[in-house]
């Protein structure tokens, strides 16, 4: 944390190359959360690009001591993926439809299974999703997800559990396929 | 989750997720073809005397007002 702050104060006093320790460290983060909010590894490669690009832009609005430089990052992350799917036209999701080719009783392979989580995924409510991919994906406290959302605490508890519920019965019918 | 085994491996296999290769290098790249400067975050407290913020530009418009009031009251006075 100290060194970020260090890190910040040279970016802040000119030194552009010093912003690239924080992307190099961050990069990662972010573009897993985008990437898990928007589906699309091509979209996510630009999102993430334009985070860093107003994090660089606004360097001097964040406040180290309202959390961690991650946690700032995923605000803006979340916020540039919303409106991204906000100018998104909605696709319909048929994500338990039999695939071409296969048996009823011939078991998913890793590939099928991984198509069909990220489709249950998609199919939940923005904030659910949100909540689902900071905490189960990058094993962001509860405590932060708040503050990212900012939302009481109790209202991030009861989205991932609603988000895990709902994944639960979306994926109910791949029990039966098995 | 069930079932348990496919969802433990789809979490794990997010999690291993990578950038694209490079990635980095282009973000730097557009930040120094942008010359984009960070910004100050609090101009008043960088010496400016106005912070473009909500409050200040409501207490600024009924500060306006207010003087405005009081000189037009006035006017009616000076008026010949």
């Known amino acids: ?178 | 989750m069930t079932p348990r085994d496919p969802y433990q491996q789809w979490r794990e296999s997010r999690r291993a997720d990578q950038p694209p290769e490079r990635l980095a290098e282009r973000i730097m790249q557009t930040i120094e073809a942008s010359r984009v400067q960070p910004a100050k975050a609090d101009r008043r407290r960088s010496g400016a005397w106005f912070a473009p913020r909500r409050r200040d530009a409501v207490i600024l418009l009924a500060g306006t007002a207010f003087v405005l009031r009081i000189a037009a009251a006035f006017a009616v006075f000076i008026t010949p």
């Not at chain 1, 006093?13 to 990069?27: H, L, M, N, P």
């Not at chain 1, 001591?65 to 998104?88: D, E, M, Y």
């Open chain 1, 1 to 178: 944390m100290g060194d970020e702050e260090a890190i910040i104060g040279r970016v802040l006093a000119g030194d552009v190359q010093a912003f690239r320790s924080i992307v190099d460290r961050y990069q990662g983060p972010v573009f897993r959360v985008v990437r898990g909010l928007l589906f699309d590894a091509a979209d996510a490669e630009d999102v993430t690009q334009e985070v860093f690009l107003t994090a660089y832009a606004r360097l001097a609005e964040y406040n180290v001591r309202r959390g961690p430089l991650a946690s700032w990052l995923f605000v803006i992350a979340r916020n540039k993926c919303l409106n991204v799917l906000a100018r998104r036209r909605p696709e319909p999701i048929a994500p338990f439809e039999p695939i071409d080719g296969r048996r009823p009783d011939e078991p998913l392979d890793r590939q099928e299974w991984f198509e069909r989580f990220d489709a249950a995924l998609a199919a939940l409510p923005g904030d659910q999703r949100i909540a689902f991919v900071l905490a189960e994906i990058e094993d962001t406290p509860y405590e932060e997800i708040a503050r990212i959302e900012r939302v009481p605490l109790g209202t991030v508890k009861s989205r991932v559990a609603r988000a895990k519920e709902k994944l639960r019965q979306l994926l109910k019918p791949l029990e039966t396929e098995r």
